[in-house]
């Protein structure tokens, strides 16, 4: 909470060092989409660099920078560079653990509209990004798709892409930004003139964490995640056993018989081929409270292997540059 009045507060706010034509001084900082990161980072952790788009009008307090930049392509080109691996590596081998200006300012800019519409189309999710997204457009944005035709991803994806920020312009099941986050790696790794073995080497060296929640990450046939073992994801898909306090959830075979029981994981991953689980969930999220919803899991369940992904991305990009 503010410990000042709203006047004090609004003053306090840094401004920009430009000044539009006809202003007196330059807009408050949060008058400005900001790309933001996490201050404080360990090398031994999933990621150390851990990042997003601010919408405008948020503030915020030490523990995470922000920075302003005045044109908002530039901001989601950085944006996109610092979703990638190399990237992520670049900062662990400066040997610090506190990610301010002073690094920040070393980092490359790299300009490539397929990097910069899956930016787009990872941090865009609500309406309170619809100038950025407008303000990003590029028609060519629907020229693009996806490296992988896996079914769990929409293949019509950046084809239905609009000028005007839609609900269906975010990418919103766990598996398509997955991939987009895939694909970024990729694309920034070429733009910095990796090679493929390199970025290889770099995911298994230096994120070991990473790896081992990938191994044990399970997707349903919708791309959702049905389990995961990742610490950062805690409460996401079902727990590896059913507990006692556990919610029943309701269980449709593909012959159409169901049961209502709590399950957990380790019953899960042998259901048949075309079962459903649907499991209520106690969302506490939003505004008015929480709200009881249902999630439903499709069988099969199945890994991903990054290291196959990264392949099938590099072929794909190398190709179509």
């Given at each position: 909470?503010r410990?000042?009045?709203?006047?004090?507060?609004?003053?306090?706010?840094?401004?920009?060092?430009?000044?539009?034509?006809?202003?007196?001084?330059?807009?408050?900082?949060?008058?400005?989409?900001?790309?933001?990161?996490?201050?404080?980072?360990?090398?031994?952790?999933?990621?150390?660099?851990?990042?997003?788009?601010?919408?405008?009008?948020?503030?915020?307090?030490?523990?995470?920078?922000s920075?302003?930049?005045?044109?908002?392509?530039?901001?989601?080109?950085?944006?996109?560079?610092?979703?990638?691996?190399?990237?992520?590596?670049?900062?662990?081998?400066?040997?610090?653990?506190?990610?301010?200006?002073?690094?920040?300012?070393?980092?490359?800019?790299?300009?490539d509209?397929?990097?910069?519409?899956?930016?787009?189309?990872?941090?865009?999710?609500?309406?309170?990004?619809?100038?950025?997204?407008?303000?990003?457009?590029?028609?060519?944005?629907?020229?693009?798709?996806?490296?992988?035709?896996?079914?769990?991803?929409?293949?019509?994806?950046?084809?239905?892409?609009?000028?005007?920020?839609?609900?269906?312009?975010?990418?919103r099941?766990?598996?398509?930004?997955?991939?987009?986050?895939?694909?970024?790696?990729?694309?920034?790794?070429l733009?910095?003139?990796?090679?493929?073995?390199?970025?290889?080497?770099?995911?298994?060296?230096?994120?070991?964490?990473?790896?081992?929640?990938?191994?044990?990450?399970?997707?349903?046939?919708?791309?959702?995640?049905?389990?995961?073992?990742?610490?950062?994801?805690?409460?996401?898909?079902?727990?590896?056993?059913?507990?006692?306090?556990?919610?029943?959830?309701?269980?449709?075979?593909?012959?159409?018989?169901?049961?209502?029981?709590?399950?957990?994981?380790?019953?899960a991953?042998?259901?048949?081929?075309?079962?459903?689980?649907?499991?209520?969930?106690?969302?506490?999220?939003?505004?008015?409270?929480?709200?009881?919803?249902?999630?439903?899991?499709?069988?099969?369940?199945?890994l991903?292997?990054?290291?196959?992904?990264?392949?099938?991305?590099?072929?794909?990009?190398?190709?179509?540059?």
């Amino acid at each position: 909470r503010r410990a000042c009045d709203t006047a004090t507060y609004a003053a306090r706010i840094p401004r920009v060092p430009w000044i539009d034509e006809g202003a007196i001084e330059g807009k408050p900082v949060t008058a400005f989409y900001r790309f933001v990161n996490r201050r404080m980072f360990g090398v031994s952790a999933e990621r150390s660099l851990i990042s997003t788009v601010f919408p405008a009008g948020a503030a915020h307090i030490h523990p995470v920078l922000s920075t302003t930049f005045r044109d908002v392509g530039v901001l989601v080109e950085f944006s996109a560079a610092c979703h990638s691996l190399p990237l992520d590596v670049f900062l662990r081998a400066t040997g610090k653990s506190d990610l301010y200006e002073s690094t920040l300012r070393n980092f490359p800019l790299l300009s490539d509209s397929r990097m910069r519409s899956r930016s787009l189309s990872l941090n865009c999710l609500t309406t309170h990004y619809a100038d950025l997204w407008r303000g990003c457009w590029q028609d060519d944005f629907r020229d693009d798709r996806f490296a992988s035709s896996d079914p769990r991803l929409p293949a019509d994806f950046f084809a239905r892409l609009t000028p005007e920020w839609q609900r269906h312009c975010a990418l919103r099941s766990d598996y398509a930004r997955r991939q987009a986050l895939v694909e970024i790696d990729v694309l920034a790794s070429l733009a910095l003139g990796l090679t493929l073995d390199e970025l290889l080497t770099l995911y298994r060296v230096q994120f070991p964490v990473m790896r081992q929640y990938e191994a044990d990450t399970w997707y349903d046939a919708h791309g959702r995640i049905v389990f995961t073992a990742s610490k950062g994801l805690v409460g996401v898909g079902l727990p590896r056993k059913a507990g006692k306090r556990d919610a029943p959830c309701e269980i449709v075979y593909p012959d159409g018989k169901s049961q209502s029981r709590a399950l957990g994981w380790e019953d899960a991953r042998t259901l048949p081929l075309g079962t459903r689980i649907r499991r209520p969930l106690r969302d506490d999220t939003l505004p008015g409270g929480p709200v009881q919803r249902t999630l439903e899991y499709v069988a099969p369940f199945v890994l991903a292997d990054r290291e196959a992904d990264y392949r099938l991305a590099w072929a794909h990009f190398s190709e179509s540059s």
